[in-house]
């Protein structure tokens, strides 16, 4: 007998055909039985098919798309990854506004055209979900699955889904990179026109439902990642496909806020050797920021913000001075253009305060300072500056997911990190098992540490 290696979902959705030609399948079906516990376990070697010595058995096996596209029957009908069953997933709904995430069994549907199912490994809290969570001023939509911060490995890919396949290791991104509209085919935008974040949105582009259901109720996506969930689908383009290296319980933060900062920095305000940079707000968006001056060789690095003992920390990221407004009688801009002889050559805005917002813009250098705002305000705010400070040659910029391109560009991130050029290890505070994700939203909302990183086999 011959023995043939072969992706185990496409050996999946041919397996009914082989076993009643004779063949011997090990795994007919990945739902509850050992061929999951295999698949968990040597995800990347798919699995092992014994067939008969018969050239119809072994064409028909590399008539089967191993990158996910199904295979062609002795008929040759096409097979579609799509078809495979739904699959359990221990996942954290949240029911209600405010209220602590409930650990449920969700069936999660099988992906359809340019899906994909991730299974997710860590994940992470971002004070984005909370925002949303709280629904604070937000259109509230309930029951949600929260979660866009994570590392995960491919399940399985629907039809049309070309560039992935099960095995591959991935980052969700809350964006995403379609790779056909004009945005993406620009090289001065990531605002893809089809993936472009829309936090109202809680069904897939593809029929405008959910993958998630409990007892056939639907459960809403958030952002089209849902990461709080063993199993999640997301379109294809919001995926970037990483070094399989790069340990996931790290480079799982860099799907969101890390890169927001260090890409506001590096590929915005692109502050020269030896310039001043400030930056407003030292969470872990503004210390991201403050790491991006850092690589790109700032000599002096200004953080602003209003409690005094985060300025220890930011030390770590390259931060050499500090300044709390709340300590100043005069507006925190001219505090900082005594301090730099004019003013700072760039400045990054972490916060969403509009006044923040204006004292980043006004506290740059005529001339040739450049602010860039990355926080995202009140929907009823307004930003007012005289326009002088326009016409002073100052310039003014905003930026969305630090300009990077999720499929892209993010793979060049991680790689940062691999290289030793990046550290995200210093981002990390707390780890928490995956029951204990209430905790995790705790320390967030008492303002204790940075990002807590939540393990899904814990």
């Known amino acids: 007998m011959d023995q043939i290696p072969y992706n185990c979902i496409s050996v ?105 199912r991730v299974k997710i490994l860590f994940t992470s809290l971002c004070h984005t979900d909370v925002y949303f969570w709280e629904a604070k001023g937000q259109t509230p939509l309930f029951p949600r699955i929260f979660g866009h911060e ?73 952002v089209g990642t849902s990461t709080f969930s063993e199993y999640t689908v997301t ?87 500090f300044v709390n407004p709340k300590e100043h009688e005069k507006p925190v801009q001219e505090v900082i253009a005594e301090m730099t002889d004019g003013g700072v050559d760039r400045s990054v805005e972490c916060t969403g305060s509009i006044n923040a917002m204006v004292s980043a813009f006004e506290c740059v250098h005529d001339g040739w300072g450049v602010a860039v705002l990355v926080g995202v305000p009140n929907k009823d705010d307004a930003f007012k500056t005289h326009p002088m400070n326009l016409l002073n040659e100052r310039t003014l910029k905003g930026t969305f997911f630090g300009n990077y391109k999720p499929r892209s560009d993010l793979p060049s991130v991680v790689e940062k990190y691999m290289n030793k050029e990046l550290e995200p290890e210093k981002f990390i505070t707390h780890e928490v098992p995956f029951a204990e994700i209430n905790k995790a939203f705790e320390y967030m909302l008492k303002g204790e540490g940075l990002r807590c990183i939540i393990r899904m086999d814990a």
């Open 12 to 116: 999946i959705q041919i397996s009914k055909i082989l076993t009643s030609s004779g063949c011997k399948v090990f795994a007919e079906t990945l739902l509850g039985s050992d061929a999951e516990k295999k698949y968990d376990d040597d995800i990347d070697g798919g699995l092992t098919v014994f067939c008969p010595d018969d050239d119809s058995f072994k064409n028909f096996l590399l008539n089967v798309d191993p990158a996910g596209g199904g295979g062609r029957d002795e008929n040759h009908t096409q097979l579609s990854t799509s078809k495979r069953q739904k699959k359990n997933s221990t996942s954290a709904v949240a029911w209600e506004a405010g209220k602590p995430l409930v650990i449920e069994e969700v069936e999660v549907a099988p992906p359809q055209a340019m899906e994909v």
């Open 150 to 222: 994570a590392g995960g490995i491919v399940e399985s890919v629907g039809e049309g889904v070309t560039d992935l396949r099960p095995g591959d290791h991935v980052l969700p991104v809350f964006t995403g990179e379609c790779k056909e509209c004009r945005h993406c085919k620009s090289e001065e935008s990531n605002m893809c026109d089809l993936l472009r974040i829309n936090t109202d949105r809680g069904v897939m582009l593809n029929d405008g439902k959910s993958r998630f259901s409990i007892k056939g109720q639907p459960i809403y996506h958030f």
């Open 235 to 321: 379109h294809v383009g919001s995926l970037a496909k990483i070094n399989p290296a790069a340990p996931l319980d790290k480079v799982c933060i860099l799907s969101c806020g890390i890169s927001t900062g260090l890409g506001a920095t590096l590929n915005v305000a692109k502050p020269k050797k030896g310039s001043t940079v400030a930056v407003f707000g030292l969470g872990a968006v503004g210390l991201a920021a403050a790491e991006g001056a850092r690589i790109a060789g700032a000599s002096r690095i200004i953080g602003v913000d209003l409690i005094s003992k985060r300025f220890e920390e930011a030390k770590k990221f390259g931060v050499t001075e």
